[in-house]
């Protein structure tokens, strides 16, 4: 499973970067290993944001409430 998993992430890691920037340009090994950190961040904080969830649906359902009620 964890063989899975790290094929997949390397997988959306080389093909994203692909998109913007051919794969023979020599800066496309640092493209995406800066696409890797970003991705990884993005789940640490999707990790950590986790028990606080509740609190920041409730700020953004009020929040878009709001923005409904001024048009």
Do not use: C, D, Q
Not at 33 to 61: D, E, H, K, N
């Amino acid at each position: 499973m964890p063989h899975w998993i790290s094929e997949w992430i390397l997988a959306v890691v080389t093909y994203v970067p692909a998109l913007f920037v051919p794969e023979e340009t020599p800066n496309f090994m640092l493209i995406r290993t800066m696409f890797g950190l970003m991705f990884i961040t993005l789940i640490v904080y999707l990790i950590a944001m986790r028990p606080f969830r509740a609190a920041i649906a409730s700020l953004v359902g009020g929040a878009s409430k709001l923005i409904m009620r001024k048009r």
